[in-house]
């Protein structure tokens, strides 16, 4: 589809972030919310990004996009290499062609990311008609197929009604056909499925499936659900007070977690799949001020490990195996 | 806070038939179209003995939350009855100006009955201080006074593990999870019996809930509450609860104690709401077989005819298009409205 792109490898990398740094200036000073943040995602895998609100999962994906208005944000630092090319010093014009094309996303709420005045149809073909130089007709019946993929009854109607008259779960499927229409190599979900039911989510969650093994899309999905990640991802990186502090393949991070964080997320929530215990352990104190970061390791004054280099130092990395890795200064690591 | 003389049998709050009918204005009608109705809860039947918690679980929609404000009384139930403490709390309403307001008995109960909402951000005032926000009620039931009662508004703040402190501040100044705990001080500033929860932790982070949780825990052991806790997420539920009842458009479809609703669930919407759960084990989700529903939740301004859940159900018989199941017992304590379970 896109003669430009090299031939794929199971192991090719798609996207590559290195030492992303997106600050804002604000009226109490600046707030690191992405503070040197690096990963990698390969053809055709699904990363996790996993963190509460405030971590930072949710700029760090904008940052990459470029979608971070500035001001208030600094103009992101570090490096974003997607098709060989670094898309933070990409002319706009040039990113405007990517975006859509060959990079997506979706968002939590699409209510307000689709644009209420346009029908779905107009803004389905839109994508088609700017990207791949579509007719008008062309694109309308490959949107009507798309809209029919991802379950959608009676497409070639409902084509022609506006986002109001969709259902959550239905607008969500308008976003996702949207998203996907031109097949990208990479596609950022942000929250897809936390405003909608269980239910809803779990076919919501199964169709990204289907449609990503088909079109062989990378997908970086950023969630605070580790439910929803244990389920759909093959690596997971989670992230804390705007860096990320443990990463893994999902499989490795669930079995084995290093960062306390980590393992106080996955201790603190109540399951139905184990007997229920008396208190659960939850992880003490606030979540964490990005204007007033305390020094050293931004989780100490929540961890229960913590000793005085936490204080101090922001902590060195541990690796446990060569995909697994956090960074912390007391865990220890048995190999 | 068993009263000594009450007998242990007897349910605090009793929920017979309570039906909750909303107009909504009728669909592509925008000018003076007319209204439609929406019956939000239509026909809901339990009991809550004194220090039980029943939680209340269902999707958007399905009239959990709607179910808790007229428990309370917050809204005027449309049929039904709801008695509290041997007191027929749904009649305690008179017309006053053409409007359904609570008389003086109803008045005097709300000392006993509180509810704690979903947003910590939307049930605060923003320009009241914490030491305001919690005086009011203490005020309103004239309980305590000057530095009586601010003592007791420092002694609340210690009881939600908050620095008594804490009385000169906004809620602004306040991360989500500390303003969720003063509105839990201000459900407990009159020494309530019951408290109605509802959605109490889904707009906290997930480091934060587990705390909320523990905190309601401790505070119905310590001040033997009794608590109706009402969210969508079904762990959280199930890990409060001591029995739970299952919503869907507006009605009961199971009712059981939490681990049989969770080991054992009958209905087939219970057994595809608790397949849907993600579990945070990755090895058993590659695995696992989940039963997906197809389609989506009607529309509750015109449901399907006979079982709500018809049009959506793996099971469905052409009876589950005509007669609506009831709830029926199917093992003590465990009810179930379907037409196919035995």
């Known amino acids: ?335 | 806070m068993n009263k000594p003389g009450s007998q242990a049998e007897e349910p605090l709050l009793e929920v017979r038939d309570l039906a909750v009918r909303f107009p909504v204005p009728r669909a592509g009608g925008w000018f003076g179209g007319g209204h439609d109705e929406v019956w939000a809860v239509a026909g809901v039947s339990f009991a809550v003995s004194r220090g039980e918690t029943l939680g209340l679980v269902g999707e958007s929609g399905c009239g959990k939350s709607t179910t808790g404000r007229a428990v309370l009384q917050l809204l005027r139930p449309t049929a039904g009855s709801v008695v509290f403490d041997g007191e027929p709390i749904s009649q305690f309403w008179r017309r006053r100006a053409g409007r359904w307001a609570w008389d003086s008995r109803l008045r005097a109960l709300r000392q006993r009955m509180q509810m704690i909402f979903q947003d910590p951000f939307a049930s605060l005032n923003p320009r009241m201080t914490v030491e305001a926000i919690l005086a009011e009620p203490l005020r309103n039931f004239a309980v305590a006074s000057g530095g009586e009662r601010r003592e007791r508004i420092q002694q609340l703040l210690e009881t939600v593990g908050m620095d008594p402190r804490a009385i000169r501040r906004y809620p602004h100044e306040f991360s989500g999870g500390q303003r969720q705990r003063i509105g839990i001080a201000r459900a407990l500033a009159l020494g309530p019996e019951l408290i109605v929860a509802d959605e109490p932790i889904s707009a906290l982070d997930v480091s934060i809930q587990a705390q909320i949780i523990n905190l309601l825990a401790d505070l119905r052991e310590r001040l033997g509450l009794t608590l109706i806790f009402i969210a969508h997420d079904l762990a959280a539920v199930r890990h409060i609860s001591d029995r739970i009842a299952v919503m869907y458009l507006g009605r009961i479809v199971e009712l059981a104690d939490a681990r049989t609703i969770v080991a054992e669930p009958r209905h087939p919407y219970t057994q595809a709401l608790i397949s849907a759960v993600p579990l945070p084990d990755p090895v058993y989700e590659r695995t696992r077989q989940r039963t997906v529903l197809t389609g989506e939740l009607p529309s509750p301004v015109s449901p399907p005819t006979g079982c709500p859940f018809h049009t959506r159900c793996p099971l469905r018989e052409e009876r589950c298009r005509h007669e609506v199941p009831a709830l029926r017992q199917l093992a003590p304590g465990h009810e179930v409205a379907c037409h196919l379970v035995e």
């Open chain 1, 1 to 335: 589809m896109h003669a430009a792109s090299p031939p794929a490898t199971a192991t090719e990398t798609v996207l590559e972030v290195r030492d992303l740094r997106t600050h804002f200036q604000t009226d109490d000073g600046v707030v690191k919310a992405v503070d040197g943040v690096s990963f990698a995602v390969r053809r055709g895998e699904t990363l996790g990004i996993v963190g509460e609100s405030g971590s930072g999962k949710s700029v760090a994906c904008l940052s990459a996009l470029r979608l971070v208005p500035t001001p208030p944000a600094v103009h992101p630092t570090g490096q974003i290499h997607f098709g060989g090319r670094d898309l933070l010093t990409l002319p706009e014009r040039e990113l405007q062609r990517l975006r859509g094309d060959r990079l997506a996303m979706i968002f939590q709420d699409p209510l307000t990311a689709l644009n209420p005045y346009l029908s779905v149809a107009r803004q389905l073909t839109e994508v088609l008609e700017v990207h791949q130089g579509a007719t008008r007709a062309a694109a309308r019946q490959a949107a009507i197929d798309m809209l029919e993929r991802v379950g959608i009854p009676d497409a070639g109607r409902r084509i022609d009604q506006y986002p109001h008259q969709f259902s959550g779960g239905m607008r969500q499927r308008v976003m996702i056909a949207m998203a996907l229409l031109c097949g990208p190599e990479l596609l950022f979900a942000d929250e897809p499925t936390t405003a909608l039911d269980v239910t809803i989510q779990a076919q919501i969650l199964e169709l990204i499936g289907e449609l990503q093994a088909d079109l062989g899309t990378a997908v970086v999905l950023i969630t605070h659900d580790l439910g929803v990640v244990a389920g759909t991802t093959d690596r997971v990186a989670v992230m804390y007070a705007g860096r990320i502090v443990e990463e893994g393949t999902t499989a490795e991070v669930f079995a084995n977690p290093l960062h306390p964080y980590t393992r106080g997320l996955l201790a603190s929530m109540p399951r139905i799949d184990t007997p229920p215990r008396e208190t659960l352990q939850a992880i003490p104190g606030l979540p964490p001020d990005l204007g007033h970061l305390p020094g050293g390791c931004p989780f100490h004054p929540r961890c229960s490990l913590a000793g005085d280099r936490c204080r101090q130092d922001y902590p060195a990395v541990v690796v446990a195996s060569p995909t697994h890795w956090a960074a912390c200064w007391e865990v220890k690591v048995s190999q």
